[in-house]
């Protein structure tokens, strides 16, 4: 698993290289989101396994990057996810770098 920027998540994104799961819990992603982010609050998460694609690189994101942290770590470990990356500083990063969000 990879630390990376919001800058790095972002440009994997534009790149079409990556997808990025948000696992905040709804309240906290109805306040402000990531433009074309997946929603997988992380106590759903094995409920949803499925929905996490194995074929491509997967970032995720929470608030400042602890709960989306261990998320990756967690898959690492006991799903077999290869390609995981973790948003260094979360959504907060995300927002001090002026990228986009949607609130």
């Not at 990879?2 to 994997?12: E, S, V």
């Not at 929905?51 to 990057?65: A, K, L, M, Q, Y």
Request: glycine share 8%.
């Amino acid at each position: 698993m990879d630390q990376i920027t919001a800058q790095t998540a972002k440009a994997a994104l534009d790149a079409d290289e990556a997808v990025l799961i948000d696992v905040r819990e709804p309240a906290e992603v109805a306040q402000a989101s990531v433009p074309g982010a997946m929603h997988i609050p992380m106590g759903e998460l094995l409920e949803r396994l499925a929905e996490v694609p194995r074929d491509r690189r997967v970032v995720f994101i929470c608030h400042s990057g602890a709960r989306s942290d261990s998320v990756c770590r967690y898959l690492e470990e006991n799903e077999g996810f290869g390609d995981l990356a973790n948003l260094e500083g979360g959504i907060v990063a995300w927002h001090q770098a002026g990228l986009p969000l949607t609130r």
